[in-house]
């Protein structure tokens, strides 16, 4: 195990008691210079292990307590493979939509239509309610109170939905369980 | 009403005038400023070229910062933020540059849009970083606004004659009142009711399809507006169409319009 190692792991300890400290604390405590408790809280912020919070102080994460009661050592070498830059987008009706409901605060399946369907869409109405009611069955989109006004007498309205998880650019795809699988969480 | 999207003579001009920006000369002016009333439609234009494009769409707040603005393009990306701005703006350029090769490999337009652009067509120093994006990646920006962006822009000569193209959109003519009386109406509308759509609407969007709705919902209540049977001024006399903009009251049709 090289030095760089060696310190997180002993860096981890100090904080996988569940205590927040800041830098110089930690510095204090480990007896290390700043520049490598600088360097071991870097590299263990990077693995995931430790958290740093809006005024410096950093605490160790369920993943840092989990690693350090395994005892099991750090590896030397890239932390993650590296990532190519992610594919571009695809330019479907669910991906456009999705798009729509992002850049909309509230809005109908007619809106969606009318921003993001094309006329080489085929029943793009049936494929969008498909597609917003896996969305709210999945808790990504909430239906609101109150409905839009219909332009038929017998007309009850066309709900408004509005997107409650904004979670990326990428449209959520709909499995054969239907359960919906969030690409961005994924690329994340 | 149809959910159709329906391409007026706004759109068309702003379509014209994006690939004139794309085949402009001065490869670094690649700002284009849209801009006119409230209510004519340019964000509803604007979102669906991004849409159909995949292009950054970002609406600008009262408060933006230069490092908020990143932020939000960095958030856009997906892209963790790093903790300087020199290292943010190396962050969103790269992001930036990938995402405009990947759109140029599949013959995808690309562009930022900024709507809202009012609110930083003052600040300098938010305007200097968008101007940075555009000369350092010829990147093309899209400032969305009011009236009062092109008199802002003015004061920045370094920007405003990196505007390569500028859209305003247009109250709507009667040949637009009929392209959305086509394109978005369930029932079939007389001429002379179109004629008097686009008297009361004053050209604006968002009151022809308060109009168009309204009609819809008298045509389909009293079973007219067949192709046969159009709906006219003489069916509708004495009934809503549309709220005046100035003063909020109802507009009534007239028995003889």
């Known amino acids: 195990m090289s030095d760089g190692s060696e310190r997180q792991k002993r860096l981890l300890g100090l904080l996988a008691s569940g205590r927040q400290l800041s830098m110089l604390a930690v510095a204090g405590e480990a007896k290390y210079t700043l520049r490598n408790t600088a360097e071991a809280l870097r590299m263990l912020v990077l693995r995931g292990f430790v958290e740093r919070s809006q005024d410096g102080a950093f605490s160790a994460t369920a993943s840092g307590i989990g690693q350090h009661a395994s005892g099991a050592p750090f590896r030397d070498g890239p932390i993650a493979k590296t990532r190519r830059p992610p594919p571009p987008l695809q330019n479907t009706l669910r991906q456009r939509a999705w798009s729509a409901m992002r850049l909309n605060n509230r809005w109908t399946i007619d809106d969606l239509l009318t921003l993001a369907a094309r006329s080489s869409d085929k029943q793009p109405y049936g494929a969008l309610q498909k597609y917003v009611h896996a969305l709210c069955r999945a808790e990504i989109v909430v239906v609101l109170p109150k409905r839009v006004q219909g332009t038929a007498p017998t007309s009850n309205g066309a709900k408004v939905y509005k997107l409650l998880r904004n979670s990326g650019e990428r449209a959520p795809s709909i499995q054969r369980d239907g359960s919906v699988r969030d690409h961005n969480q994924v690329a994340a | 009403m149809k959910s159709t999207f329906v391409e007026t003579e706004n759109v068309k001009d702003f379509h014209a005038k994006w690939t004139a920006l794309e085949n402009r000369g001065a490869e670094e002016a690649c700002l284009m400023l849209v801009d006119g009333e409230p209510g004519l439609g340019k964000t509803t234009a604007l979102s669906h070229w991004a849409i159909e494009t995949q292009s950054i769409y970002l609406r600008a707040n009262a408060e933006w910062k230069s490092i908020w603005f990143l932020n939000d393009l960095l958030k856009a990306f997906r892209v963790q933020p790093q903790h300087s701005y020199e290292k943010r703006f190396a962050q969103v350029l790269e992001a930036l540059l990938l995402r405009q090769n990947q759109h140029l490999a599949l013959g995808r337009p690309f562009a930022v849009i900024i709507d809202e652009a009012d609110h930083i067509s003052r600040n300098r120093h938010l305007m200097e970083t968008v101007r940075d ?77 308060e109009a168009l709705a309204s009609i819809e919902r008298f045509a389909k209540r009293n079973g007219i507006g067949s192709k046969e049977r159009p709906v006219t001024i003489a069916d509708m006399k004495g009934q809503s169409i549309v709220n005046d903009r100035a003063s909020g009251e109802k507009i009534l049709v007239p028995e003889l319009a």
Do not use: T, W, Y
Not at chain 2, 149 to 165: E, G, K, T, Y
Not at chain 2, 203 to 208: S, T
């Open chain 2, 133 to 209: 994006f555009a000369d350092i990646g010829d990147i093309p920006f899209i400032l969305v606004g009011m009236g009062a962006l092109r008199a802002n822009l003015a004061r920045f000569p370094q920007i405003s004659s990196r505007v390569s193209q500028k859209c305003r959109f247009e109250k709507a003519g009667l040949e637009d009142v009929r392209r959305f009386v086509d394109g978005k109406c369930d029932v079939s509308v007389a001429s002379d009711l179109v004629a008097f759509i686009h008297r009361v609407s004053g050209g604006f969007n968002r009151e022809i399809k």
